[in-house]
Nanobody, 127 residues
Framework: VQLQASGGGLVQAGGSLRLSCAAS????????MAWFRQAPGKEREFVAV????????FYADSVKGRFAISRDNAKNTVYLQMNSLKAEDTAVYFC?????????????????????WGQGTQVTVSS
């Protein structure tokens, strides 16, 4: 599976963006999908994850209530709706897929669980 993230850009604080992660060369229908991000000078961190059937999600505390992850398996695409953006949300956002570690989370899944990664899309929030 190849993943292509898009939808990043420059937005003012308080604004919204929707990121997309389109899959090709395979189906993500039965794959848990997640978003991670990496800010300048920082390690990549977990943002959100969604189960293959969209019944389960889990968010980082820093984005809970502002971001929403969703998916459209018919379109082989995962989304991240980002609202009330803050300057600290500035980062490169990556989508990732995991087909072997279950679909219920009580804590952020480790990056090592994810076998497929997109190339990243830049989100810049101006304050």
């Amino acid at each position: 599976v190849q993943l292509q993230a898009s939808g990043g850009g420059l937005v003012q604080a308080g604004g919204s963006l929707r990121l997309s992660c389109a899959a090709s060369r395979g189906s993500i229908r039965y794959i848990s999908m997640a978003w991670f991000r990496q800010a300048p000078g920082k390690e990549r961190e977990f943002v959100a994850v969604i189960s293959w059937d969209a019944h389960n999600t889990f968010y980082a505390d820093s984005v809970k209530g502002r971001f929403a992850i969703s998916r459209d398996n018919a379109k082989n695409t995962v989304y991240l709706q980002m609202n009330s953006l803050k300057a600290e949300d500035t980062a490169v956002y990556f989508c990732a897929g995991d087909d072997s570690h279950g679909s219920i989370w009580y804590r952020a899944p480790p990056q090592s669980n994810f076998d497929w990664w997109g190339q990243g899309t830049q989100v810049t929030v101006s304050s």
